[in-house]
């Protein structure tokens, strides 16, 4: 199967700085890559779908100026959560998929802590 | 995407069959049902997909009904590494650009 991997898998920060997620195909190029937010004892909420080459598209409601998408190319696409708040603690999860393939697979996720 | 219903949680003996429901009352005539489970602090893993007939793999086996508006996924004999969340979700079979809508799932927790 294709591997999907996070850096890093957990950081701690203070409130108000700004804090870098990356996420890589390992074995496999992917020109689309999607962002993931999970709050605790609930459900993965889609943040915006990264495109490689281009600007990413953000869900309803996603500031796209708080959370910066990169995917320069065909194997990583950064997070970058800009200004970070004790609310935007949380667990990022990224998902790729390779060509011809119909399910995503997912990365470990990242564990953001504000303080 | 067509939207899903899914029990908020169930229990199951090891070594027991175990069987999440899903209902899809609305999903189109183009509309794919994919599992994936969410082991505690991990990222999602993909499980089974079809589209009317049922499938197996090595994982699990998933049975649609014939108007396709509730299917079940069916795990052999749980064991306790099977305790997860599981999401059944619904979407068109768009290559692998397609992103994916969870729902609330269903927390199984398979008990010795």
């Known amino acids: 199967g294709a591997v999907v991997s996070q850096h890093p898998s957990w950081v701690i920060c203070k409130s108000g700085t700004s804090v870098k997620i990356e996420c890589r195909s390992l074995d496999f190029q992917a020109t689309t890559m999607f962002w993931y937010r999970q709050f605790p004892k609930q459900s993965l909420m889609l943040m915006a779908t990264?495109?490689?080459?281009?600007?990413?598209?953000?869900e309803q409601g996603v500031e796209k100026d708080k959370f910066l998408i990169n995917h320069a190319s065909l194997t990583l696409s950064t997070l970058t959560v800009t200004s970070a708040h004790p609310e935007d603690s949380s667990f990022y999860i990224c998902?790729?998929?390779?060509?011809?393939?119909?399910?995503?697979?997912f990365g470990p996720g990242t564990r953001l802590t504000v303080l | 995407d067509a939207k899903t219903t899914q029990p908020p949680s169930m229990d199951c003996a090891e070594g027991r069959a175990a069987n999440l429901p899903c209902n899809h009352s609305?999903?189109?005539?183009?509309?794919?049902v994919y599992w994936y489970r969410q082991i505690h602090s991990q990222g999602p893993q993909y499980i089974i997909h079809g589209l009317k007939n049922n499938e197996t793999n090595e994982m699990a086996s998933l049975i649609i009904t014939e108007d396709r508006k509730s299917s079940t996924l069916i795990l052999p004999h749980a064991t306790l590494r099977d305790t997860a969340v599981y999401y059944c979700?619904?979407?068109?079979?768009?290559?692998?650009?397609?992103?994916?809508?969870f729902g609330q799932g269903t927390t199984l927790q398979v008990k010795p």
């Open positions: 998902s790729a998929s390779p060509a011809n393939y119909n399910e995503q697979f």
């Open positions: 990264s495109n490689e080459g281009s600007k990413a598209t953000y």
């Open positions: 609305t999903i189109s005539g183009n509309e794919y």
């Open positions: 979700i619904v979407r068109l079979r768009s290559g692998n650009t397609g992103k994916l809508i």
